[in-house]
């Protein structure tokens, strides 16, 4: 647990801000920053961020103390990976990959298909090579970046507004319906270990948008379509529908997870309370697994002149800021359950705990390891697991790998295998076979 007498100015500064409503947090050992505070809850607090802006010394220390998850606003898109067709780009996207991975952050992956910011070569094919061209750009994108990226978003915003609840007409659509479901197969053969979603936006409640995404998630489901998540952008105006959490609900009802992506709010007197709102609806779902925010100041916002985010101009924290650390801090009781079968039980060792989480299907599974210090900081650290008979393993990520079955040995890689006293880190692999399901012995160096 951090302390730090920022706390007690947080404290005074949501007082001072009359922000009614609030549940300030009251215990001695609250988390001081946002990233701390929502691991503590077993979630990631993230940032939309901008390769253009990493020079920037204010922005890039706010991203480092604060976020423990980035997601690039624009780099990985397709009109700036793949700019000529067959010719790509990763450039500015593996800055944003980089500076996630250095900082211990998950990275998420932004956006494989939309219907905006396509490369003109793009927007001017249709048909069958259209089709082909797009599940190419899938493949070779979730290819370049295996083994990375915590969940990506695969489709993006294919859904019309409105009350019809059926698909947006774009060109991808007109290749025919079942292009959403061709590109997460091409993006699950490409990067198993990736959760794979789907994002939209004006989904922030029970409506005929929501409700339209939700019979395609029900339908993946039923017929095995690999789905793992489903992002609710939240880019939100002077208010919240009361049906928020309820719909994050029935989407974890029905095995996927579900995360907010692009959390803003316009300025107002309800900014603070409507960050809130979200907060503690995505913490009383335990299949909500974290919170991102589009942009840290003001000034970095889409939205110009909404002042929509956590972070004034010049990198103040501001009300909504103290809002959004006080629902964490006063947090809910629900854990993550972000697979459908894991196995959440922990045994320190040493210095060091893991647990695992699966992601199963018939013949194979990817196993997620969160590796967590004790009370004392760990450097370098080695995690035991043993297999079942007949699964063999076929990939690792974010760890050296020693054995392919039987009992198996994970070794930290150089960026990270220093865990801060209480905090945790992450590797992954995948198998033929059934997952384990023993508790891993973790051992610290
Ligand atoms: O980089 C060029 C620059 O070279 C050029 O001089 C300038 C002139 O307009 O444009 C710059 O590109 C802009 C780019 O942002 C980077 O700043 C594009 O014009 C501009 O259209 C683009 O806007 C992005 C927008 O998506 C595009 O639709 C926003 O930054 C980005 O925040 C926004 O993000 C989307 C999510 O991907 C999906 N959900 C909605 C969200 C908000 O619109």
Same mark, same amino acid.
């Given at each position: 647990?951090?302390?730090?007498?920022?706390?007690?100015?947080?404290?005074?500064?949501?007082?001072?801000?009359?922000?009614?409503?609030?549940?300030?947090?009251?215990?001695?050992?609250?988390?001081?920053?946002?990233?701390?505070?929502?691991?503590?809850?077993?979630?990631?607090?993230?940032?939309?961020?901008?390769?253009?802006?990493?020079?920037?010394?204010?922005?890039?220390?706010?991203?480092?103390?604060?976020?423990?998850?980035?997601?690039?606003?624009?780099?990985?898109?397709?009109?700036?990976?793949?700019?000529?067709?067959?010719?790509?780009?990763?450039?500015?996207?593996?800055?944003?990959?980089? %500076?996630?991975?250095?900082?211990?952050?998950?990275?998420?992956?932004?956006?494989?298909?939309?219907?905006?910011?396509?490369?003109?070569?793009?927007?001017?094919?249709?048909?069958?090579?259209?089709?082909?061209?797009?599940?190419?750009?899938?493949?070779?994108?979730?290819?370049?970046?295996?083994?990375?990226?915590?969940?990506?978003?695969?489709?993006?915003?294919?859904?019309?507004?409105?009350?019809?609840?059926?698909?947006?007409?774009?060109?991808?659509?007109?290749?025919?319906?079942?292009?959403?479901?061709?590109?997460?197969?091409?993006?699950?053969?490409?990067?198993?270990?990736?959760?794979?979603?789907?994002?939209?936006?004006?989904?922030?409640?029970?409506?005929?948008?929501?409700?339209?995404?939700?019979?395609?998630?029900?339908?993946?489901?039923?017929?095995?379509?690999?789905?793992?998540?489903?992002?609710?952008?939240?880019?939100?105006?002077?208010?919240?529908?009361?049906?928020?959490?309820?719909?994050?609900?029935?989407?974890?009802?029905?095995?996927?997870?579900?995360?907010?992506?692009?959390?803003?709010?316009? %300025?107002?007197?309800?900014?603070?309370?409507?960050?809130?709102?979200?907060?503690?609806?995505?913490?009383?779902?335990?299949?909500?697994?974290?919170?991102?925010?589009?942009?840290?100041?003001?000034?970095?916002?889409?939205?110009?002149?909404?002042?929509?985010?956590?972070?004034?101009?010049?990198?103040?924290?501001?009300?909504?800021?103290?809002?959004?650390?006080?629902?964490?801090?006063?947090?809910?009781?629900?854990?993550?359950?972000?697979?459908?079968?894991?196995?959440?039980?922990?045994?320190?060792?040493?210095?060091?705990?893991?647990?695992?989480?699966?992601?199963?299907?018939?013949?194979?599974?990817?196993?997620?390891?969160?590796?967590?210090?004790?009370?004392?900081?760990?450097?370098?650290?080695?995690?035991?697991?043993?297999?079942?008979?007949?699964?063999?393993?076929?990939?690792?990520?974010?760890?050296?790998?020693?054995?392919?079955?039987?009992?198996?040995?994970?070794?930290?890689?150089?960026?990270?295998? %220093?865990?801060?006293?209480?905090?945790?880190?992450?590797?992954?692999?995948?198998?033929?076979?059934?997952?384990?399901?023993?508790?891993?012995?973790?051992?610290?160096?």
């Amino acid at each position: 647990m951090l302390r730090h007498p920022r706390r007690l100015l947080a404290a005074a500064l949501a007082l001072s801000a009359g922000a009614a409503g609030l549940v300030l947090a009251g215990t001695a050992d609250a988390a001081t920053t946002l990233g701390a505070s929502a691991a503590e809850k077993g979630r990631y607090f993230g940032a939309a961020i901008a390769a253009g802006r990493l020079g920037d010394a204010t922005y890039t220390r706010l991203l480092t103390t604060e976020f423990t998850s980035v997601t690039p606003e624009n780099e990985m898109k397709w009109d700036a990976t793949e700019p000529q067709q067959g010719r790509f780009t990763f450039t500015n996207g593996d800055r944003i990959l980089n %500076q996630g991975l250095s900082n211990g952050s998950k990275v998420r992956g932004h956006a494989l298909l939309w219907h905006a910011q396509q490369p003109g070569w793009a927007q001017s094919l249709s048909g069958s090579a259209l089709r082909t061209a797009a599940i190419n750009h899938v493949t070779q994108v979730a290819t370049h970046y295996r083994g990375k990226i915590y969940a990506w978003d695969v489709v993006n915003e294919a859904f019309a507004d409105g009350g019809s609840g059926g698909r947006r007409d774009s060109n991808l659509q007109r290749t025919g319906n079942d292009w959403i479901e061709a590109a997460f197969r091409a993006a699950r053969a490409a990067d198993p270990g990736a959760k794979l979603c789907y994002n939209d936006y004006n989904t922030d409640g029970i409506n005929a948008k929501s409700t339209g995404i939700y019979t395609m998630v029900r339908d993946f489901k039923a017929r095995g379509v690999p789905i793992d998540c489903v992002g609710f952008q939240s880019h939100l105006g002077t208010g919240v529908d009361s049906t928020y959490q309820a719909n994050l609900q029935r989407f974890a009802d029905l095995g996927v997870d579900v995360q907010i992506t692009e959390l803003d709010v316009a %300025q107002g007197a309800n900014q603070a309370n409507i960050y809130a709102t979200v907060t503690r609806a995505c913490l009383a779902v335990a299949r909500c697994t974290g919170i991102t925010v589009w942009g840290i100041r003001d000034t970095d916002s889409w939205r110009t002149g909404d002042n929509p985010l956590l972070f004034d101009g010049s990198g103040n924290r501001k009300a909504a800021y103290t809002s959004v650390l006080n629902a964490l801090n006063a947090g809910g009781t629900t854990t993550p359950t972000s697979s459908p079968t894991s196995t959440p039980t922990s045994v320190p060792s040493a210095g060091c705990s893991a647990t695992v989480s699966l992601n199963s299907w018939n013949g194979g599974y990817v196993a997620t390891v969160r590796v967590r210090a004790g009370s004392s900081a760990v450097n370098g650290w080695t995690v035991t697991v043993a297999l079942p008979g007949g699964s063999a393993l076929t990939g690792v990520w974010s760890a050296t790998g020693s054995g392919t079955s039987g009992t198996v040995s994970f070794g930290n890689v150089a960026y990270n295998g %220093q865990i801060p006293a209480g905090g945790s880190t992450e590797f992954g692999f995948q198998g033929t076979g059934s997952g384990p399901t023993a508790t891993p012995a973790c051992r610290a160096s």
